[in-house]
């Protein structure tokens, strides 16, 4: 089992920025349950999607087209915890923010089904 943690959510103006933390615990030796560390987010009435993810392994990083240029997604493996820094937010960020953790066998590493482990979300709202 893999316990996820967020934080760092809260309300801020369009432009602004936040920066989202998520630490990850386990009591299990296997790391391979979460080589791939990722940020999901939903909006009322829409579907859960894929922002960013890494492979805490390689380092390979991988962004929706909406965010791309700016989120980044980082990782401290040491505290084995994963950041999501948000510069010029908009409105339509504007969701419950998700850690989530998982392997991933596939070409779309933002698909959600990839992602057996997910934090209890944090809210992040973009007003204009």
């Known amino acids: 089992q893999v316990q996820l943690v967020e934080s760092g959510g809260g309300s801020v103006q369009a432009g602004g920025s936040l920066r989202l933390s998520c630490v990850a615990s386990?009591?299990?030796?296997?790391?391979?349950?979460?080589?791939?560390m990722g940020w999901f987010r939903q909006s009322p009435g829409k579907e859960r999607e894929g922002v960013a993810t890494m492979n805490t392994v390689r380092g390979a990083t991988y962004y929706a087209a909406s965010v791309r240029g700016r989120f980044t997604i980082s990782r401290d493996n040491a505290a084995n915890t994963v950041f999501l820094q948000m510069n010029s937010l908009k409105p339509a960020d504007t969701g419950v923010y998700y850690c989530a953790a998982g392997t991933v066998y596939g070409s779309s590493p933002l698909h959600k089904a990839w992602y057996n482990y997910w934090g209890q979300g944090t809210q992040v709202t973009v007003s204009s």
């Open positions: 386990t009591d299990s030796p296997d790391t391979h349950s979460r080589d791939y």
